[in-house]
């Protein structure tokens, strides 16, 4: 079973900045995708960003395109992801997810595991 343990969310006012942190552990896949998706109140689940485990350039929704960037230290599955240049619209639950056998995600990740999220929240 996956387990994940996130951090790093927090109040932050608009154009601020916030790092998230995951550590995901619990698994041994030779392909996988990880990454990041989002649920705000009343608003459908969003896929943030991800990136694959064999490499190549991460995906990102349009909405935070420029302003996000995830990065990996793969030799122990932790993934961050810098988000700046915050707004109201970001504020959110991050979850830190995971999708086995995705070598490609150029079109975003389905993501089969994920923890318990951290709340972000952007407001003056």
């Known amino acids: 079973q996956v387990q994940f343990v996130e951090s790093g969310g927090g109040l932050v006012q608009p154009g601020g900045s916030l790092r998230l942190s995951c550590r995901a552990s619990?698994?041994?896949?030779?392909?996988?995708?990880i990454g990041w998706f989002r649920q705000a109140p009343g608003k459908e689940r969003e896929g943030v960003s991800c990136?694959?485990?064999?490499?190549?350039?991460?995906y990102y929704a349009d909405s935070v395109k420029g302003r996000f960037t995830i990065s990996r230290d793969a030799a122990n599955n932790l993934i961050w992801l810098q988000m700046n240049n915050l707004k109201p619209d970001d504020t959110a639950v991050y979850y830190c997810?995971?999708?086995?056998?995705?070598?490609?995600?150029?079109?975003?990740?389905?993501?089969?595991?994920w923890g318990r999220g951290t709340q972000v929240t952007v407001s003056s």
């Open positions: 619990g698994f041994s896949w030779d392909y996988f995708a």
């Open positions: 997810a995971t999708e086995r056998n995705r070598v490609v995600v150029t079109r975003g990740c389905r993501f089969e595991s």
């Open positions: 990136l694959a485990s064999v490499g190549g350039s991460p």
